[in-house]
């Protein structure tokens, strides 16, 4: 159980242009999810948190007019990145938090998507 | 403010050999602490996770880490590596105000044959 799924897994696109990005739920409810940006050989940093049905609140430094999150579902949330340039270039990562599950603090992670901006 | 500091970026062990990967902890009360791995090109696994219970947490795959308070430290062990154990680790702490979470910088365990 507790399965948290990306689309898609590896994504080359043109500067300028945007990428959508999406986190699923598989098998559970997820009132909030979050999203990371993983620079290589580097850690993982709290881009921001989507809430469903609701405005995400991005961590600060955080471009929320670049980065745009939609909770739209329980089970789905999505991150574009608008007007992509090279830096953008990243590893991005979901999670997911079971909003019926007790141990508020438990974030399921998704298996990331690579970005490649040319 | 919460944080995380793993004391080594690279661990190497030989197989069958025991593992230690370190971290320290801050936090201006009793923090919810974690071990996750990372295998190349993989989501993160849930190792293991202390909440002021047991101070000795048993997780997955053989591996263990022990809450000391008065050191604030949280280092994972196991007794014995596999080749499979081979991969990024991170100590996460959950931070007081909002229950998000603060990754460390991560340890890559090497396991020699």
């Known amino acids: 159980g507790a399965v948290v799924s990306q689309h898609p897994s590896w994504v080359i696109c043109k500067s300028g242009t945007s990428v959508k990005i999406e986190c699923r739920s598989l098998?559970?409810?997820?009132?909030?999810m979050f999203w990371y940006r993983q620079f290589p050989k580097q850690s993982l940093m709290l881009m921001a948190t989507?809430?469903?049905?609701?405005?995400?609140?991005?961590e600060q430094g955080v471009e929320k007019d670049k980065f745009l999150i939609n909770h739209a579902s329980l089970t789905l949330s999505t991150l574009t990145v608008t007007s992509a340039h090279p830096e953008d270039s990243s590893f991005y990562i979901c999670?997911?938090?079971?909003?019926?599950?007790?141990?508020?603090?438990?974030?399921?992670f998704g298996p990331g998507t690579r970005l490649t901006v040319t | 403010a919460q944080s995380v500091t793993q004391l080594d970026s690279h661990v190497s062990v030989s197989e069958g050999t025991p593992v230690l990967l370190r971290c320290n902890y801050s936090s201006s009360y009793s923090p919810s602490l974690f071990w996750y791995v990372q295998h190349p090109n993989k989501g993160l696994q849930l190792l293991l996770k202390y909440t002021s219970a047991a101070t000795l947490v048993k997780g997955i795959n053989g591996f263990e880490a022990e809450f000391k308070k008065s050191e604030t430290s949280f280092h994972l062990t196991k007794p014995s590596a596999h080749m499979s154990d081979a991969a990024e680790y991170f100590c996460v702490v959950s931070r007081d105000r909002d229950d998000k979470i603060i990754f460390g910088k991560g340890t890559r365990l090497h396991i020699l044959p």
């Open positions: 098998d559970f409810q997820a009132t909030t």
């Open positions: 989507s809430n469903e049905g609701s405005k995400a609140t991005y």
């Open positions: 999670s997911a938090r079971d909003a019926t599950s007790g141990r508020k603090n438990e974030q399921y």
